[in-house]
Structure formats: structure tokens, C-alpha cells
């Protein structure tokens, strides 16, 4: 008599393009006693219902997920067959962090004292990452001027009543267990007209 194999091994995403992405996992540990003849994909939209992704099982330990839509956020999940049945599912995928500055924040943000800061950016990663933003090097955290939101995919950092001394080069740092990005933006507080009003 045969038992199903375990899970799979955690997936990770890589060649992640607007429509599409390339699942890998690992073999399971136990393959039930009798080999694995394939592999299911599934999906789901954040909010929705897992739905399968391959018609016919995957002989491979990768597979190519397309038709997905930007800006969507998607979990996948993996299943091994054999002639005993389908597995449990594998563990959470991971996805290393991606940031995309808002483009009215890319290269230099110039605002007037007084006005606010506000640094926006899309940031994508399973699981969500740990965000930390630095001014000139330095490690900012909130206070009554400062304010940082993170509700993913947006993230953003506002600093109320600017003053010329927050001029500088501000960082984001996106970290989760899979890796981890940075994105950097200028912002110049000009004091004088002569300096850019």
C-alpha cells in the first residue's frame, strides 16, 4: 500500500514580469512509497478562492504562472501526486521585496517649508517586508512630525511643516527572510528662491 508524498518543498518566485511569474519548489521529503508522477498549481487573489492553474499535472519542479494583472497581489501553492493521491499543499511561497518609487518622487523632490513630505512607494513581497526609511544614512523613526505607513503595496513616509534641514537623501529598505531591496530619493527644502522658488 501507497500513503500520498509529503509537501513540496517552499516555493520561490523568480522572473517576475507585470503578467507573469516563474514558481520553484524542492521535492518533497517522502514520496509516499511510490514516486511522484506530478504537481498541481493553485491560485488566489488575496481576497478569493484557490483556483488551479495547470490543466495537466507538472512534470517539472517549476512552472510559468501567466495572466496575472499588475498590481494584483497572488498566492500560489503547490501539490505532489502520485498514485496514492495529492499531498498537502507546500508551505508559503517567498518572494523577495521589490520597491517602485512613485514617480512624482523619482531622482529629487523639491517641496517649500512648511509644505509636507510625503515619499511614496510600492513595495511587493511574501511575506510582507520590514520596512525601514533613513535620512543621509541615518535611521528615522516617528515622531510629531514624522509619520510612516505601510499598508502594502503602499508605503509612505510623510514629514509634516518642512524645514531646510530636512534636505537630504532619504532611503527605504525592504527586508523579508527572502531577500531585500532599496530605493533612495533627494529631497531639497530650498530656503530662498534662488535655490529652486
Same mark, same amino acid.
Given at each position: 500500500?501507497?500513503?500520498?508524498?509529503?509537501?513540496?518543498?517552499?516555493?520561490?518566485?523568480?522572473?517576475?514580469?507585470?503578467?507573469?511569474?516563474?514558481?520553484?519548489?524542492? $521535492?518533497?521529503?517522502?514520496?509516499?512509497?511510490?514516486?511522484?508522477?506530478?504537481?498541481?498549481?493553485?491560485?488566489?487573489?488575496?481576497?478569493?478562492?484557490?483556483?488551479?492553474?495547470?490543466?495537466?499535472?507538472? $512534470?517539472?519542479?517549476?512552472?510559468?504562472?501567466?495572466?496575472?494583472?499588475?498590481?494584483?497581489?497572488?498566492?500560489?501553492?503547490?501539490?505532489?501526486?502520485?498514485?496514492?493521491?495529492?499531498?498537502?499543499?507546500?508551505?508559503?511561497? $517567498?518572494?523577495?521585496?521589490?520597491?517602485?518609487?512613485?514617480?512624482?518622487?523619482?531622482?529629487?523632490?523639491?517641496?517649500?517649508?512648511?509644505?509636507?513630505?510625503? $515619499?511614496?512607494?510600492?513595495?511587493?513581497?511574501?511575506?510582507?517586508?520590514?520596512?525601514?526609511?533613513?535620512?543621509? /544614512?541615518?535611521?528615522?523613526?516617528?515622531?510629531?512630525?514624522?509619520?510612516?505607513?505601510?499598508?502594502?503595496?503602499?508605503?509612505?513616509?510623510?514629514?509634516?511643516? /518642512?524645514?531646510?534641514?530636512?534636505?537630504?537623501?532619504? /532611503?527605504?529598505?525592504?527586508?523579508?527572510?527572502?531577500?531585500?531591496?532599496? /530605493?533612495?530619493?533627494?529631497?531639497?527644502?530650498?530656503?530662498?528662491?534662488?535655490?529652486?522658488?
Amino acid at each position: 500500500m501507497f500513503d500520498p508524498p509529503g509537501p513540496p518543498g517552499q516555493p520561490t518566485c523568480s522572473d517576475i514580469t507585470e503578467n507573469a511569474v516563474t514558481i520553484e519548489w524542492t $521535492l518533497p521529503e517522502f514520496d509516499g512509497g511510490s514516486p511522484v508522477s506530478g504537481y498541481v498549481v493553485e491560485r488566489r487573489e488575496m481576497t478569493g478562492k484557490w483556483i488551479r492553474v495547470n490543466k495537466t499535472p507538472v $512534470l517539472d519542479l517549476r512552472y510559468r504562472a501567466s495572466g496575472l494583472f499588475e498590481n494584483n497581489s497572488y498566492e500560489f501553492r503547490i501539490f505532489a501526486e502520485n498514485v496514492a493521491g495529492v499531498s498537502e499543499p507546500s508551505p508559503d511561497i $517567498l518572494v523577495p521585496p521589490e520597491l517602485t518609487v512613485d514617480v512624482a518622487c523619482r531622482d529629487l523632490l523639491t517641496v517649500r517649508v512648511g509644505q509636507s513630505i510625503n $515619499l511614496v512607494t510600492r513595495v511587493k513581497g511574501r511575506p510582507d517586508p520590514d520596512i525601514t526609511w533613513s535620512k543621509d /544614512a541615518k535611521i528615522l523613526g516617528i515622531d510629531r512630525r514624522t509619520e510612516m505607513n505601510n499598508n502594502f503595496p503602499l508605503v509612505e513616509l510623510v514629514i509634516s511643516d /518642512a524645514v531646510r534641514q530636512d534636505y537630504g537623501k532619504y /532611503a527605504i529598505l525592504a527586508k523579508n527572510s527572502s531577500g531585500q531591496a532599496q /530605493a533612495t530619493i533627494i529631497v531639497n527644502v530650498p530656503s530662498n528662491k534662488s535655490e529652486g522658488w
